[in-house]
């Protein structure tokens, strides 16, 4: 555990000197900042005011951004050390695969999450300081959805990484993954499985296999509970999970999927050629 730790130490050392981390961190403050500075904590949207509003409109647009940074970054993690021969001298010490590469995992969530945290946390901060009523169980709902969506494609881009012989590979798989959820987005596809005479309830529960469809699907039952804006597809997702059960499911599932992959991405990597 103590060389799982140094390498996780290692890793975040080694991210923050990165210039991708610092576009990163700027992206994700600046957002919160720019949401501030146009006023959105004073706008109502559907009854949603304040500290509420901005946070919806905040998830949304990380919901964007979030997956392909942590993609394109993660995967260069293993493809890249392989390409640089870090896995020479990794041979010659006394650490082991199991502790190089889950470090390497912790290290990396940390990095790609913190930044997220401390937007939102200062979101909170200051608007306990203009006296702005914090929705503490949507801000405690909504960071978890974030930490799930996280690990998930953390995980995607590990499995990605530990297959690819090199980082331009690995960067141009990590973004067909991404464009391929996209386009399940917004249940894009429902119409035309439709047609192709599937049953509505199949339809749906493919869609929902899209851990950014069940990330987006649960940010707006905060913000309309009903899901009116997906239309008939709100009814079948409703009457199967209910809306405390989809709020569950939709923090197990895209964490479950990131676990997983994460296996995948370990038990590929101990059985390749390191070299």
């Not at 949603?48 to 905040?58: A, E, K």
């Not at 001298?89 to 912790?106: D, T």
């Not at 969530?109 to 203009?130: D, K």
């Not at 391929?180 to 929902?208: H, N, P, R, Y």
């Amino acid at each position: 555990m103590s060389d799982m730790w140094l390498t996780a130490k290692l890793d975040i050392a080694e991210s923050l000197r990165a210039r991708w981390f610092l576009v990163y961190a700027l992206v994700f403050g600046g957002i919160v900042a720019l949401l501030f500075a146009f006023g959105l904590t004073e706008s109502r949207v559907l009854g949603f005011i304040g500290l509420s509003r901005l946070l919806v409109t905040y998830i949304q647009l990380t919901m964007a951004i979030l997956p392909i940074f942590v993609l394109i970054t993660t995967v260069r993690s293993v493809a890249g050390d392989r390409e640089a021969g870090v896995f020479e001298y990794l041979l010659s010490l006394p650490v082991s695969l199991w502790a190089w590469f889950w470090g390497k995992i912790l290290g990396r969530y940390l990095i790609v999450f913190l930044p997220v945290l401390i937007a939102m946390t200062g979101a909170v901060g200051w608007a306990l300081l203009r006296g702005i009523d914090v929705p503490w169980a949507i801000f405690g709902y909504y960071t978890a959805l974030l930490a799930a969506i996280s690990a998930c494609f953390l995980g995607i881009g590990f499995l990605i990484s530990s297959f690819a012989r090199s980082t331009d590979v690995a960067q141009g798989a990590a973004f067909i993954v991404w464009l391929t959820l996209l386009l399940f987005l917004d249940l894009l596809l429902l119409g035309i499985m439709i047609q192709g005479k599937i049953s509505a309830e199949l339809a749906v529960m493919i869609s929902l296999a899209n851990p950014l469809q069940v990330f987006r699907t649960a940010a707006l039952a905060l913000f309309d509970p009903q899901l009116i804006v997906l239309g008939p597809a709100a009814d079948l997702i409703l009457d199967r999970f209910g809306l405390p059960g989809y709020k569950i499911f939709a923090l197990l599932y895209p964490s479950a999927i990131g676990v997983t992959c994460m296996g995948l991405g370990f038990w590929n990597f101990r059985r390749g050629d390191l070299l």
